[in-house]
């Protein structure tokens, strides 16, 4: 689970006006955020199963708003990747 003050530094980031906590570019970031979280904890404990289920859904979905984004507005998702990767979120 994201702390609260993550999830805003997030939404802050990655918001196209304010308050916006639905768009596609803040829920990849969010997503990115968890799925780091997973990993680390499945680094420790290798035989959790059921995280690593979750992990992969988490990844399925992010992949699903990418594929959306890039359908829908190429410079916003290539900004979003660059973003993401200077972060080191990706």
Same mark, same amino acid.
């Given at each position: 689970? *994201? !702390?609260?003050?993550? $999830?805003d530094?997030?939404?802050? @980031?990655?918001?196209?006006?304010?308050?916006?906590?639905?768009? =596609?570019?803040?829920?990849?970031?969010?997503?990115?955020?968890?799925?780091?979280?997973?990993?680390?904890? *499945? !680094?420790?404990?290798? $035989?959790?199963?059921?995280?690593? @289920?979750?992990?992969?859904?988490?990844?399925?979905?992010r992949? =699903?708003f990418?594929n959306?984004?890039?359908?829908?507005n190429?410079?916003?998702?290539?900004?979003?990747?660059?973003?993401?990767?200077?972060?080191?979120?990706?």
């Open positions: 689970m *994201l !702390k609260k003050q993550t $999830k530094k997030i939404v802050s @980031q990655f918001a196209r006006f304010q308050g916006d906590t639905g768009s =596609s570019e803040v829920q990849v970031a969010i997503l990115s955020q968890r799925i780091r979280e997973v990993a680390e904890h *499945l !680094k420790q404990f290798p $035989k959790d199963f059921h995280s690593r @289920q979750g992990l992969l859904k988490l990844v399925s979905d992949r =699903s990418l959306y984004l890039k359908k829908t190429i410079p916003v998702h290539d900004k979003l990747l660059t973003s993401l990767k200077s972060e080191g979120l990706m």
